[in-house]
């Protein structure tokens, strides 16, 4: 007796498709597992045992092999457990199951089917690849419902499941709440609007929402550095329903998703410390690599304070996502690849001891010591920031007044107008242009060209660093609604280039 | 003629000895200096700004360059017919206790040493002090009160030297008759550089020893903070203002042209 059922297991946001075969055949007692099954998915030959008894079922006394085809693929994790068991279940009864149809869950040994990760990523991939319905653990349906064109069916127990299948009691198909329109988070922690002063950082931080362009602000302890990049959230427009769903595909490998309702629109915010690991900021991990920060900052703001106490070697590795928006990582178990389409903000001191440049407190650093601060922050990783500000401390009597300037709303408003621009215009943020369609989309008048080449002359500006300047520009003229780049828009650009300013 | 000072001298140091040794190099003076981070560097590079002659005195061999990061300087040094010159074979690593002995040599080289902005400790102090023995003038130029920078400085003008102002009370002392070129009490009859129309009000409020930043002059003149960023990097291109980590100062290079 034969029987079959297909699932999927994760390659990190790969779906690979798994047909689980279960065989029943006479011969001596005995449960066999085949197909390259890591430790986590051989042990699950004692919980599929126990839970086919306990759901009131019965397990088949004679020579049974489950085979889990492609062989040569490595199986890890605990969502084959289901497949399995439903698989024996159908082979037993000598049925099959619906097509097109895939099942994934975690069995208990009392036969309810529990949670697993990374559902949202399976759903999303398994319905490209011409799947039209899942089920999976109950807990987990709401996830899974957030895929247009995927039945879900919820499952409880093991039981549930095969009576359905067996057409004794149906489950009936999960009816999601829809997914909300997109809410305005309305309010935010920190509001632009608290700002003291800061017209400079103010005004980089708005071209860098607008443009997803990287920002880094420099300046003396308490001046607000800080205060500024996480107001960043506050003018960002909410995420659109792709970038929703990857943001969520995130979330969900990392099991993050599991009972929260429709989709999360806000932009993710990270703020990780100094001391994080390659592993933590990168990605990495035992086995395959499990998404690190600046995945999790995917469509959002990935904030570095302090960045030159960040370790070297960190720093290092954010150079291919800066460029890419994707990061691969290799482990002996496979190479995966997320997503890392962040904007990154940075913050740091101009020295070890944060005063030099200060218009009271002086420095008490040494040259050299200034010197090799400043030199953690390699030039290729400066190279890849478009926006270098810096900030100064306030006045203390003007902090003590009624701050002036303007609140977060109508910056937003002018930041999401302008991206809207970008994306009618080139189906992407100014920062992710090419070289060739800048020159296609972004022409420079010849006033405008001649400023952006003197100033690369005079600063030996490397190639990244005309364009980066280039596109800064473009999101410059896009804030004004403007189709041409004109000179002031370059020469606005190249004045948020502090990195070109040698000592 | 030897200038030198703080390795981390203020926008104002900086621009002084630059302009110094600018003007001192067009009245053909040989400016030396030490080829080090701060007044050393401005001084060279005033000399070579006016097409003049300059000789860096090296702490460490003469094939290597230390700060790495002025060997563009050095080269622009010796293309314009100045010298590198110390007193350590070839392949000497840089090493404190070989910076005194380098700043006596160069003491010993120059008929003066003009010290622009010296902290309390500063070696441009010992390089002053090498100078007494050697009976060679040594000069002063005064800064603020308010800066730790001025503390040496004021030190040896109150102790006799000569107070600088500019380049000619230089060349007075040196005996020469020459007359000088600029005279920075008087008003400058021009900046040197043609500035388009429009851009020149943001010039009258930038200071040539304290930097300011966009913000700040976006406030005072009442203009949006991206307007004034765009027109203060128009006139860097143009060379009328120099920009520093904290803010931009009225660039003083361009006595070149006023001369």
Redesign the interface.
Known sequence: MFGSVQSCLLVGFDVRTVEVQADIAHGEVKFFLVGLAATSVKEARERVRSAIKNSGLEFPGQRLTVNLAPAELRKEGSALDLPIAVAIALARAGKRPPPHTAFMGELALDGSVRHVDGILVAARGLRMLGFERLFVPAADAAEASLVDGLAVTPCATLKGVVDHLLGIAAIEPYVSGGSEAMSDPGLWEHDLAEVH???????ALEIAAAGGHHLLL?GPPGAGKTMLARCLPGILPPLELDEALEVAQVRSLLGELQGRGPLDWTRPFRAPHHGVSMAGLIGGGSGLAQPGEISRAHHGVLFLDELAEFQAPVLQALRQPLETGRVAITRSAGSVSYPARFTLVAATN?CPCGW????IR?CRCT?GG??SYQRRLSGPLLDRIDLKV?V?RVKLETLASEPTGEGSAPVRARVVAARRRQLDRQDCLNCQLKPARLRKLAGLEPASRR?LE??SE?KGLTARGFHRAWRVART?ADLEGSDHIG???I??A???R?QD??? | MAIVGS??PSPYGEAVAEQLAADLARAGVIVISGLA??IDAAAHRGALVAGGVTVAVMGTGVDIVY?A?HSRLAEEILAAGGALVSQFPDGTAPRRHNFPARNWTMAALSDAVVVVEAAERSGALITAEAALDLHKEVMAVPGSVFS?LSVGTHCLIRDGAALVQNARDVLAALGATQEVLDDPLAPPPSLGVSLPRGRDGILSHLSDV??L???EI??KLQLP???V??????LE?DGAVR?????YVRALRNGQKRA
Request: glycine residues 12%.
């Open positions: 002063g800061q017209e400079e950082g103010r005004r420099s101009p030099a440049g200060d218009s002086s040259p200034i010197d810096g100064r400023a003197r100033w005079q410059a000179e002031n828009h020469l606005e190249l004045g948020y502090l300013i040698a000592a | 390795r981390r981070l701060g700060p990061a730790p304290l930097a930043n966009a913000a976006a406030r903070v991206s307007e960023l765009g027109r203060l990097t128009a291109l920009r520093h980590e904290d803010g």
